[in-house]
């Protein structure tokens, strides 16, 4: 059923946190069991029934926009918006007027994953009537996020990046709005690093005595922007995909939670679930371990890959012991000797061309 909430993803920034993996993509474009971050937001959207919604998009914007299209795929209908140099989150919503009008909107970072969907949340701010609803979820590393302060259980303070937090309560990149917030968003100044802070956002709607609610998410909540979130992200999805063998294999053997999507080949090989291997992949006398997603158009020859990401139109033959924990990007090729060290650990930019002794 169609929402009157309208939707606002921000999909721009630098993806400085998983550089050298996103010098030449889109964060949000990198894949989680071979499906790009960015669609996990727009599904959940729209199986909130939240079908209108802007993208705000800077310097990866024809990546994106090649890549989500005009929404249809999703049942939505995407538009974009321009942010022509990364001023911050609240400022992605200033930017956003035009589209948002008067509607209440759900703000999605779109590198933020949330497991088991947003829907209780959306409910519960429409029937709360709140003029801002907060998500939060409890983290080991406060001091790297925005953090709630609370009291009571009520929503006292937020504070950006503290040096000594006042919980352990992070605010998630998932915020839920009502017109009000465009009052907030002007008055509030630049921080130190010179963005429009959505924590300042937040604390002046509090501090002018708006309904402002806060909610401690019950989900798994990944925020995918650093190489070990990305993997524990990509985990998360592949223990939870069905078995569905759709490509070829050949003298192999696969167990457990595999997918072998359309095109793909493996030939005398192990797969070991849960694993996706992408469309036109081929596998050949190779193992693939547990945990891992290898995207479309790869070759995997005579090597060992378990618990890793790898990207589109990746070579990697003849590695003399096996990958593990490991990002490896778009275009790549690794290729080994005969010589066997006994591991690799590696974030590979795209492009990248390494030859291992």
Same mark, same amino acid.
């Given at each position: 059923m169609k929402s009157k909430l309208k939707a606002l993803i921000l999909s721009g920034g630098k993806g400085t946190r998983l550089r050298p993996f996103t010098y030449t993509g889109a964060k949000q474009l990198v894949p989680i069991a071979n499906k790009p971050i960015l669609f996990y937001a727009l599904e959940d959207l729209v199986s909130c029934g939240i079908t209108d919604i802007a993208i705000v998009v800077g310097d990866t914007k024809d990546e994106v926009m090649a890549t989500v299209g005009d929404g249809s795929r999703f049942g939505a209908a995407v538009s974009y918006i321009d942010q022509l140099v990364p001023l911050g989150i609240a400022h992605g919503i200033q930017i956003g007027r035009e589209f948002l009008g008067a509607s209440p909107f759900i703000l999605y970072l779109g590198?933020? #994953?949330?497991?088991?969907?947003?829907?209780?949340?959306?409910?519960?701010?429409?029937?709360?009537?709140?003029?801002?609803?907060?998500?939060?979820?409890?983290?080991?590393?406060?001091?790297? #996020?925005?953090?709630?302060?609370?009291?009571?259980?009520?929503?006292? %303070?937020?504070?950006?990046?503290? %040096?000594?937090?006042?919980?352990?309560?992070?605010?998630?990149?998932?915020?839920? #709005?009502?017109?009000?917030?465009?009052?907030?968003?002007?008055?509030? %100044?630049p921080s130190a690093r010179g963005e429009l802070e959505i924590t300042d956002t937040i604390q002046y709607l509090i501090d002018k005595g708006l309904n402002v609610h806060a909610d401690v998410v019950r989900g798994r909540w990944i925020d995918t922007g650093k190489h070990d979130d990305l993997l524990a992200a990509n985990r998360a999805i592949l223990e939870s995909l069905k078995r569905?063998?759709?490509?070829?294999?050949?003298?192999?053997?696969?167990?457990?939670?595999?997918?072998?999507?359309?095109?793909?080949?493996?030939?005398?090989? =192990? *797969?070991?679930?849960?694993?996706? =291997?992408?469309?036109?992949?081929?596998?050949?006398?190779?193992?693939?371990?547990? #945990?891992?997603? =290898?995207?479309?158009?790869?070759?995997?020859?005579?090597?060992?890959?378990?618990?890793?990401?790898?990207?589109?139109?990746?070579?990697?033959?003849?590695?003399?012991?096996?990958?593990?924990?490991?990002?490896?990007?778009?275009? *790549?090729?690794?290729?080994?000797?005969? %010589?066997?060290?006994?591991?690799?650990?590696? *974030?590979?930019?795209?492009?990248?061309?390494?030859? *291992?002794?």
């Amino acid at each position: 059923m169609k929402s009157k909430l309208k939707a606002l993803i921000l999909s721009g920034g630098k993806g400085t946190r998983l550089r050298p993996f996103t010098y030449t993509g889109a964060k949000q474009l990198v894949p989680i069991a071979n499906k790009p971050i960015l669609f996990y937001a727009l599904e959940d959207l729209v199986s909130c029934g939240i079908t209108d919604i802007a993208i705000v998009v800077g310097d990866t914007k024809d990546e994106v926009m090649a890549t989500v299209g005009d929404g249809s795929r999703f049942g939505a209908a995407v538009s974009y918006i321009d942010q022509l140099v990364p001023l911050g989150i609240a400022h992605g919503i200033q930017i956003g007027r035009e589209f948002l009008g008067a509607s209440p909107f759900i703000l999605y970072l779109g590198d933020n #994953f949330l497991q088991e969907g947003i829907q209780p949340y959306v409910q519960a701010f429409l029937e709360g009537r709140y003029h801002c609803q907060v998500l939060l979820c409890p983290v080991e590393n406060p001091q790297d #996020f925005g953090v709630a302060e609370l009291d009571g259980g009520r929503l006292v %303070r937020v504070v950006e990046k503290p %040096r000594e937090p006042p919980s352990d309560l992070a605010v998630i990149g998932i915020y839920m #709005f009502d017109s009000h917030v465009f009052e907030a968003v002007d008055a509030i %100044r630049p921080s130190a690093r010179g963005e429009l802070e959505i924590t300042d956002t937040i604390q002046y709607l509090i501090d002018k005595g708006l309904n402002v609610h806060a909610d401690v998410v019950r989900g798994r909540w990944i925020d995918t922007g650093k190489h070990d979130d990305l993997l524990a992200a990509n985990r998360a999805i592949l223990e939870s995909l069905k078995r569905n063998i759709a490509g070829n294999a050949q003298g192999s053997t696969l167990r457990g939670q595999v997918v072998l999507q359309e095109g793909s080949q493996v030939v005398d090989s =192990i *797969v070991d679930g849960p694993a996706i =291997i992408g469309e036109r992949t081929r596998v050949l006398g190779s193992y693939i371990g547990p #945990f891992t997603s =290898i995207y479309h158009d790869c070759l995997i020859s005579d090597s060992e890959i378990s618990g890793s990401v790898v990207l589109e139109n990746t070579q990697i033959e003849t590695l003399g012991h096996r990958i593990e924990h490991s990002l490896i990007g778009r275009n *790549v090729e690794l290729r080994g000797t005969n %010589r066997r060290p006994r591991s690799y650990n590696l *974030v590979l930019g795209d492009f990248s061309k390494v030859r *291992v002794p």
